[in-house]
DNA sequence: TTTTTTTAAATTGTATGCAATTTATTATCA
DNA sequence: TGATAATAAATTGCATACAATTTAAAAAAA
């Protein structure tokens, strides 16, 4: 096994580590998130418009580094759970604008406890977690100027 | 902002740290690796068979944490491609024998510049890139416990 | 040996991701 | 103002991911 070898051996590689891993914590999700009746990616769109709503598809789309290829059907299911709703903006009826219902705002509640349960599932310190974490976003912020 | 809705941000999901980082790595592989005709999922496949062939697609999966729903299209795609060949094992015909054909070999030269190419584009110095995957993949050892 | 169980791939169905194109609307320019 | 350019979503097409089921083959048990 030569340096060149070393070059392409999967371990050494940055992208599979992230790759790997970032599957294998949204795997940790799934059976968190059925009890909400929620994907993984409906779950992070949901954590986003708690946070902020009467927003955009593409404000959302910049907030989570998602184009309308993928958030327009994952909305219109939302919206079919009636979690949110989707209306065009009078002012520019080009922009469809993104509100959280009532019965969305309800689930944030059970929503409260995911963190904790994942936190218990991976039962790794706080303090490690998060310092991962922000080397991650550290690294994001390099990679995506905007973000 | 109280306590409870911190919990809940975006930004302090570890969760989301990871899946947006490895999209966007996944993205800065796709202009190179498009010279080479192979997706991101081919090319780390293609990285786990330079690495070790003639082995099966449970093998494979085990390497790279995927199951036959998602190897066995990409296999038969790479297979049309003639990088690999897919047979069953005479000795036990449950199983399918990965190999790398003579045209996926001289694919691997070409594709030694890549690693070269992704950190030029991601211009982070090389001991970070590293400190980082190094603690990415402990944490993966500590989620997937037989990696 | 026949039946049952286990195992490995393949298949099916659903949900993303994303590039490229299309459609509808608004802004800008000649 | 009328034509052109720019913008936001939606659509289309392709390639994953993955749970659940099916199929085929081998191993284990009755």
Redesign the interface.
């Known amino acids: 096994m030569n340096d060149?070898?070393e070059?392409?051996?999967?371990?050494?590689?940055?992208?599979?580590?992230?790759?790997?891993?970032?599957?294998?914590?949204?795997k940790?999700?799934r059976p968190i998130l059925s009890e909400l009746d929620l994907t993984?990616t409906q779950y992070?769109t949901m954590?986003?418009l708690?946070?902020k709503d009467g927003v955009t598809v593409k404000d959302l789309g910049a907030?989570?580094?998602l184009d309308s290829g993928t958030l327009t059907p994952l909305l219109k299911k939302l919206e079919a759970m009636q979690l949110i709703t989707r209306d065009r903006d009078k002012a520019d009826e080009r922009n469809l604008v993104i509100r959280v219902t009532e019965h969305g705002a309800q689930l944030?509640e059970k929503?409260?406890c995911?963190?904790a349960q994942?936190s218990q599932q991976?039962?790794?310190p706080i303090e490690e977690?998060n310092s991962?974490?922000d080397?991650?976003?550290d690294?994001?912020s390099?990679?995506?100027p905007t973000?």
């Open positions: 060149k070898d070059l392409l051996k999967l371990e050494n590689q940055l992208c599979f580590a992230f790759y790997a891993c970032s599957r294998e914590i949204t940790l999700y993984y992070i954590l986003a708690w946070e907030r989570l580094l944030k929503a409260m995911v963190p994942l991976m039962n790794i977690v991962i974490r080397q991650i976003q690294l994001l390099k990679l995506e973000v």
